[in-house]
């Protein structure tokens, strides 16, 4: 899909709302088939360079993953990184 393509240029070029998009196409299966590890190393690399929502969905990934301790650690900083949700 066209939206994947351009998200995929954009995330090479750095941007961190293209990354927590394929985040959630990858993760979640959207327009491309359905690969967990690769959405969240797209999380991973929005999150390491402050992206608050993806650190957020790295707790669900987490949380899914049965990693309770490591899901409220990933909450815990997206909450004092500003998530309010």
Same mark, same amino acid.
């Given at each position: 899909p066209r939206a994947i393509e351009l998200w995929t240029? !954009? $995330?090479?070029? =750095?941007?961190?709302?293209a990354h927590y998009n394929l985040g959630i196409a990858y993760y979640y299966g959207g327009d491309v088939?359905?690969?967990?590890?690769?959405?969240?190393?797209?999380?991973?690399? !929005? $999150?390491?360079? =402050?992206?608050?929502r993806s650190k957020h969905n790295l707790g669900f990934a987490e949380y899914?993953?049965?990693?309770?301790?490591?899901?409220v650690q990933h909450w815990m900083i997206?909450?004092?990184?500003g998530y309010e949700r």
């Open positions: 240029e !954009a $995330a090479e070029l =750095g941007s961190l709302g088939e359905e690969d967990k590890p690769r959405g969240i190393r797209h999380w991973q690399d !929005a $999150a390491l360079k =402050g992206h608050v899914n993953n049965g990693n309770y301790m490591l899901a997206s909450a004092k990184m």
